[in-house]
């Protein structure tokens, strides 16, 4: 049996990827690395710490290593007194920055329709209750 809807049919086996890369993807930060690193072929840690405003490096840390391990991102360390890490997309992330730039697209063009769907609902709430 497959999960379906009108727009996407998905098989029980496929379903786990999905929530996983939805996962992935819904994760506060990750968004944001994946964009610093379609700006530039490749970053320092540093670097994406600037480029990512506000995140910790805790927090930079386990979205790297995450993106990493699931094949997105490629870490490459040169044997240099300090050690120097350099990180960039993989080829399979890079084919992330279409589907990820139409999404950004979608919700900058539709976001003062569900803003202002969101307060009709709210309104209508607070009538029920």
């Keep these: 049996m497959s999960v379906t809807n009108k727009l996407v049919r998905i098989e029980p086996s496929q379903c786990a990827a999905v929530d996983q890369l939805v996962a992935l993807l819904g994760e506060k930060w990750t968004l944001l690395v994946l964009g610093a690193l379609t700006k530039e072929p490749t970053l320092r ?3 994406l710490q600037r480029a990512v405003r506000g995140i ?3 927090m930079l840390t386990l979205r790297l290593r995450k993106l990493e391990e699931n ?3 490629k870490r490459t360390v040169f044997a ?3 050690p120097r890490v350099d990180y960039e997309l993989t080829p399979l992330g890079r084919t992330l920055i279409v589907p990820v730039r139409a999404l950004l697209h979608w919700v900058i063009d ?3 329709a569900m803003a202002e769907t969101r ?3 709210a309104k209508a709430r607070k009538k029920t209750a």
């Design 45 to 47: 840690y540093n670097d």
């Design 56 to 58: 910790s490096q805790r």
């Design 71 to 73: 094949g997105l991102l």
């Design 80 to 82: 240099t007194v300090p």
């Design 110 to 112: 539709n976001r003062a």
């Design 119 to 121: 307060l009709k609902y």
